[in-house]
């Protein structure tokens, strides 16, 4: 994803705008337990019934640890909803903001999502992110820092103002700038270590947020 000039970026933002915005698996089949050979043949011989073979019991799924957020790691987005598809086809990743990954969760069942749309080049780094807020609330600044599932960190990113003229409860980002540690992040595979987020009226320690890697 290349760069926006200014006035690209102001056009991407209408464009954005503009535009409305796992499998089951069961458990593994355990196969049977072979029996001994020398023993089936000792049995043979003597008349003697074979042993009955014996089966392992599944062994169960460990606990979660206690703390683990709900969504740890990055939710890839392959078939976009919020985030124009024009845009997330030239972006070098898409990702999915939800609450259940702010550490400190707005209140119990408040509704909202966001995507955001990354492209690098060089150090310079494009974000658009588009974001549903609940009725009512306010966007007061989105970010890119630094951290890992579960913890909070210094912001990298700062994304500015939303784009003006955001349609009724959703509202948009786009922003370019340097960013060495993001950009050098995205070239070595770090980006786990690095998230979107989102602070609004209702949501003060965080909306939505989105890990960039998982």
Do not use: I, K, N
Request: with cysteine.
């Amino acid at each position: 994803m290349r760069p926006l000039p200014r006035s690209t970026a102001t056009s991407l933002t209408l464009l954005v705008l503009l535009v409305p915005l796992a499998a089951c698996g069961g458990e593994p089949e355990q196969a049977p337990a072979l029996t001994a050979p020398a023993r089936a043949s000792a049995g043979a011989s003597t008349g003697a019934p074979a042993p009955a073979p014996t089966t392992q019991p599944p062994t169960p799924a460990p606990p979660a640890a206690p703390g683990t957020p709900a969504a740890a790691g990055a939710v890839l987005v392959t078939e976009p909803r919020l985030v124009d598809p024009a845009v997330a086809g030239q972006a070098d990743l898409v990702v999915a903001l939800g609450p259940d990954q702010v550490v400190a969760p707005p209140p119990a069942g408040t509704r909202a999502s966001a995507e955001a749309a990354l492209g690098f080049v060089g150090d310079v780094v494009t974000v658009v992110l588009v974001v549903d807020l609940p009725r009512g609330d306010v966007p007061v600044g989105a970010a890119v820092l630094r951290g890992v599932p579960g913890l909070d960190g210094p912001s990298v990113m700062d994304l500015g103002a939303p784009a003006p003229g955001a349609a009724r409860g959703r509202v948009t980002w786009v922003a370019e700038a340097e960013v060495p540690p993001l950009a050098e992040a995205w070239r070595t595979g770090g980006l786990a270590d690095f998230y979107v987020e989102v602070v609004t009226r209702r949501g003060p320690t965080g909306l939505v947020r989105g890990q960039l890697g998982p």
